[in-house]
């Protein structure tokens, strides 16, 4: 392969991969006619007695869990963020931007731009449009069952899902047991739809991976296609390093 087609190759490949990218992020905005359930608002309910306090030590901290309440949302995901830099990520598998009822039954998300980020989601609209604040979430899903992390990192922009689970406060420290308030991080999950501001968002602990269920797939071309530029560009890199590692050679031969 010449070296205007490996600079073809890389420049289409991350041309690919950025358009596809934006496209994935904006995915939500293709979704139309969803499932009646999404229309539904989150069930929050008591606890039916005493609950185990899940706990489990993962990476580079140990975690315990404290049950709050039982918790059932279905919704139409808008976003997600998977944590993949986060020194959390070990027990945090996702944040996912969900919306239901006024948003989902009037498709109020077509027209905004919504954003999920690292800890938090993000939404604009312009003049003449609106959005149900009351009726979307970011919600944090945390797990220390392996299968049940794994069915939260499946959960993709577009998705209509269904998930259960307890609403819990989290604390996490670098070693178990550990009783030095410095030392340890807390999160405490929103149990209202009126709060604002930081500890709005679900801190939602889910059991096992039947607690998840995408009841319909969004779309997934661009899905594919993104992973497609990123092999692309991937490829043209290694091809690119195997030549200079030749041309050097060359040269260090030719010098003797």
């Known amino acids: 392969m010449d070296r205007i087609n490996l600079k073809y190759l890389f420049a289409s490949s991350a041309a690919l991969f950025l358009f596809s990218w934006y496209m994935y992020v904006e995915?939500?905005?293709?979704v139309g006619g969803l499932l009646p359930e999404t229309y539904a608002l989150p069930v929050q309910t008591a606890l039916a007695g005493p609950v185990e306090h899940p706990a489990c030590c993962e990476g580079d901290y140990c975690w315990k869990f404290t049950p709050l309440h039982e918790y059932s949302v279905t919704g139409m995901v808008f976003g997600t963020s998977h944590k993949l830099a986060s020194?959390?990520?070990?027990?945090?598998?996702?944040?996912?931007?969900?919306?239901w009822g006024e948003?989902?039954?009037?498709?109020?998300y077509r027209d905004v731009k919504?954003?999920?980020?690292?800890?938090?989601y993000e939404v604009w609209w312009?003049?003449?449009?609106?959005?149900?604040?009351?009726?979307?979430?970011?919600?944090?899903?945390a797990s220390c069952d392996p299968a049940a992390f794994k069915a939260a990192k499946r959960i993709k922009p577009g998705d209509q899902v269904r998930i259960r689970g307890w609403l819990v406060n989290a604390r996490a420290s670098k070693e178990p047991g550990e009783t030095d308030p410095r030392k340890i991080?807390?999160?405490?999950?929103?149990?209202?739809?009126d709060d604002k501001?930081?500890?709005?968002?679900?801190?939602?602990?889910?059991?096992?991976?039947?607690?998840?269920?995408?009841?319909?797939?969004?779309?997934?071309?661009?899905?594919?296609?993104?992973w497609l530029?990123?092999?692309?560009?991937?490829?043209?890199?290694?091809?690119?390093?195997?030549?200079?590692?030749k041309h050097l050679a060359e040269v260090q031969k030719a010098d003797f």
């Open 197 to 226: 501001g930081e500890g709005a968002c679900e801190v939602l602990y889910v059991r096992s991976p039947d607690d998840i269920e995408i009841l319909k797939e969004g779309p997934r071309l661009w899905v594919w296609l993104k």
């Open 27 to 30: 995915v939500y905005k293709q």
């Open 185 to 193: 991080l807390n999160w405490r999950t929103s149990v209202s739809r």
């Open 87 to 99: 020194e959390f990520d070990d027990v945090m598998a996702a944040d996912v931007g969900l919306l």
């Open 103 to 108: 948003n989902a039954r009037l498709e109020l």
């Open 229 to 245: 530029g990123a092999a692309g560009v991937l490829f043209a890199a290694a091809l690119w390093h195997k030549r200079v590692k």
């Open 114 to 120: 919504l954003r999920v980020r690292m800890d938090h």
């Open 126 to 141: 312009k003049e003449g449009q609106r959005f149900n604040m009351n009726d979307a979430a970011n919600t944090h899903l």
